[in-house]
Every structure is written in C-alpha cells, then in structure tokens.
C-alpha cells in the first residue's frame, strides 16, 4: 500500500512535467517570433562605376592610331581617369592629358606630319616642330593624370617620368632606335605594363585598358622591334583590358600616313568601345 502511493504520487508529477505549455510558457518560439519581426532584407553591395586607365603602347608612326581610339572615347562621353604613353604613345598621351581633348593630340601631331620618321641622333629635333606647345605644358599640370616610363641604361632603373615641362620629360620616353638614339643614357621602357598600371590605379583607375599597335608588324622592321611585338601579345599582370589595333604592316617610320592612321584607329576601335560604354 505504502509502494502503491508512492509510485501513484510520481506518476501524478511525470504527468505535469509532460503537459504541454503555451506559447507564452515556451522561451524558444517566443524568440523565434521576435528574431523574424526584426530581420531585414539583405543588401547587396553595388559593383564600383569603372574609372578607366589607358596605356597607350608604344608604335612610332604607328602610335598615330591611339588618336583614333581617343576620338571613339570621346564621341561615346567615356571619361579617363588617368593615362599612361609609351615611346610615341607618351606624346599622345601627354597631349590628350594637357586638356583631356583627342582634338588637341591630333592638332599638335599633325605640325610634324612632314618629318620623314629617319634615323636621328637627338629626339628634341624633332620635339622642335612643336616647341612653343611643349614649353607651355607640364605633366603635373595636365586635366588628366600622365606619365610615361623611361628606362635609364647607365642606372638600370625605372622611372615613371610624371613632372615637368613636356620638352624636358619626353626625350626621356620618346627615345629609342632606330627613331632616336638614348637621350642622356635613357630610352622609352617599352615593357613596362606592370609599372604602367600601378600607376594608373594609384591615379583611382579601377579598369586599365592596353591599347597595342604593333599587331601585323612588317618583318622589314628592325629585329629588337619584331621581339617587342611578340612580347607585347602577351597577357600582362594589372591590365584588364586589350585592344590590339592592326595598322596593315604600316611602317613605325611612317609619319606621312597621319590621316590613314587615325582613321584606322578609329574604324577598328568602334566595336570595342561600343562594349566598354555596355560596361559603364
């Protein structure tokens, strides 16, 4: 009798414990509840507008082309943000950059429209034919961040040449054979991408677009020419972006064919251009 309320007295408390609670006597759904209410929808973050870099390589006559691709940026309003020149790449460049115009790069190129593109041992001849423009720009100055890399022989050193009066800085990125011989131990650092683009995302570009034009060289260019274009086909760390431009074997001496280059440059970067503005 004893065992029998004893066992009846537990039975009767495992049937409380198993009885359910309510809503209110149940801590985890009330929680449950609570944490819905608050949630919000999750946001996604927006992908950064392009800010785009140009290197604009390195060519000779050819590098007359880039003034067509500059001319297709402008007509589609594609803003530069920064851009870099390369052998005669860098007096486009810097001109573009002095007031962010492709006008201005074709009206100062077409003063040396008559040069004969022969062998010269001195760049500033040449640079003579447009020397009041030069005296009267310098890089820092420009609408648009500029530079362009010159290589020192004697120091074997880089510089990314971005100060200055035009007339004193581009001997040092111009030069190079057989156009011109070194100025000052110096020459155009032509494979210098990397360098290139580092500079043009320390200038807020976000998108750097290398622009070649030794695509389809002729094989009667001199051999340190044919090698660079062989390397300039490779893909390059920091560019995101290539538009090979091919000038029809035209030679880096002919600087006659001005109005022929810029219009090919124009004509072959429209598509691309058409894509980057999809991009924007």
């Known amino acids: 009798m004893k065992y029998a309320l004893i066992f009846t007295a537990l039975m009767s408390l495992g049937c409380q414990n198993l009885r359910p609670q309510s809503p209110q006597e149940t801590p985890q759904e009330s929680t449950a509840q609570v944490n819905t209410k608050e949630q919000t929808p999750i946001q996604t973050e927006k ?62 190129l077409s003063k040396i429209r008559d040069w004969n593109g022969k062998d010269q041992s001195d760049v500033r001849e040449t640079l003579k034919l447009i020397e009041p423009y030069l005296k009267s720009a310098r890089a820092e100055s420009s609408r648009i961040p500029f530079a362009c890399p010159s290589l020192n022989l004697k120091k074997s050193q880089v510089y990314m040449m971005a100060k200055g009066r035009l007339d004193q800085l581009l001997p040092f990125c111009l030069s190079y054979p057989p156009l011109f011989e070194p100025y000052n131990f110096t020459i155009s650092a032509n494979r210098e991408l990397l360098r290139s683009a580092e500079f043009l995302r ?79």
């Open 47 to 108: 992908e950064e507008p392009l800010k785009v870099g140009l290197i604009l390589g390195p060519g000779g006559a050819r590098a007359l082309a880039h003034v067509g691709f500059l001319k297709q940026l402008q007509n589609k309003k594609i803003p530069v943000v920064a851009i870099v020149g390369i052998e005669w790449g860098a007096l486009i460049a810097s001109s573009f950059a002095n007031k962010a115009s492709s006008h201005e790069s074709e009206w100062q």
């Open 202 to 280: 320390s200038q807020g570009a976000n998108y750097v677009i290398f622009v070649n034009v030794l695509n389809g060289l002729s094989l009667a260019e001199p051999t340190p020419w044919l090698e660079l274009a062989h390397d300039l086909k490779k893909p390059w760390p920091g560019v995101n972006d290539r538009l090979d431009l091919v000038i029809d074997k035209k030679s880096i001496r002919d600087f006659k064919l001005q109005t022929e280059m810029i219009q090919l440059g124009f004509d072959q970067s429209q598509e691309f251009t058409e894509k980057l503005l999809q991009k924007m």
